[in-house]
């Protein structure tokens, strides 16, 4: 029995043995790339992880943002409150500090109420040393504090402590203090100032009222009688014409009245 093989069947064996063996390397390269490189799921994006992002892209592209305090300035406090008819005649306000910003004062006390430094002061007789004056601050209320005196320097003003007698209670203790400091809590216009505003009024004078003239009543008998038409009334007549000699206008006057006709 011979052992040889017809040559269909080895051709056979080959073509299955090349196709199984490029059927392995195709198996093997998928599996590789398989391990190597898992397929990505698309997460779907929550709406609280893009939000913050959304506002940062937004505020970084607005170049002028926090620059608006140079194109619109902030409201300044420079309207005078002007109430001089509520206080005393000692009240002082801007113009006294600003006159006397270097000068230095004695503060007698801080009250919250005006009508205490007036009742004060209707009881001295040298009331021309004392002023007030009222301090305004945000969120707090409104305080009043009497001075006396006003000095250039600051020993002065020390000399002038020691020496005081002024019939004060114990519990109150005067203290040097200098204008300047008043700068930023006084907003209003002195009684001094007020004062000097020149005001401006209307002044009626008497003026006597002419008296009406009395026209007599006029009479019948003295109206002149008008000329008839056919009285000896002097009457004028005055023709006009072009300059082809047509008569264009005939005036016809007298002593009483005046015709035209055309």
């Keep these: 029995m011979s052992n040889q093989f017809p040559a269909d069947t080895i051709l056979i064996r080959r073509v299955l043995l090349i196709g199984g063996s490029i059927c392995l390397v195709v198996a093997s390269g998928f599996l590789f790339l398989t391990d190597h490189h898992p397929l990505k799921r698309e997460s779907v994006p929550v709406e609280e992880d893009v939000q913050p992002q959304f506002q940062a892209e937004k505020l970084s ?99 002038q402590l020691q020496q005081l007698n002024l019939g004060l209670p114990k519990s109150i203790h005067p203290k040097i203090v200098q204008i300047k400091d008043y700068l930023d809590f006084v907003n209003d216009m002195g009684t001094e100032e007020a004062s000097s505003q020149q005001l401006y009024a209307v002044q009626l004078k008497p003026v006597a009222i002419p008296r009406p003239q009395v026209v007599p009543p006029v009479s019948s008998s003295s109206v002149p009688a008008m000329s008839s038409p056919d009285s000896h009334a002097v009457q004028t007549t005055v023709t006009r014409r072009d300059n082809e000699g047509k008569v264009v206008s005939v005036i016809k006057s007298s002593g009483v009245e005046a015709s035209e006709s055309r």
């Design 61 to 159: 592209a607005i170049p002028d943002l926090g620059v608006l305090m140079d194109q619109v300035r902030p409201l300044q406090q420079t309207t005078r409150v002007v109430a001089s008819d509520q206080h005393g005649l000692e009240f002082r306000g801007t113009h006294f500090v600003q006159t006397n910003l270097s000068n230095y004062s004695l503060e007698l006390f801080e009250t919250n109420k005006e009508e205490i430094i007036n009742d004060f002061l209707d009881k001295r007789q040298d009331r021309s040393e004392f002023v007030y004056l009222r301090l305004s601050a945000e969120h707090q209320p409104d305080r009043y504090v009497l001075l006396y005196g006003l000095f250039a320097q600051e020993v002065q003003a020390q000399e």
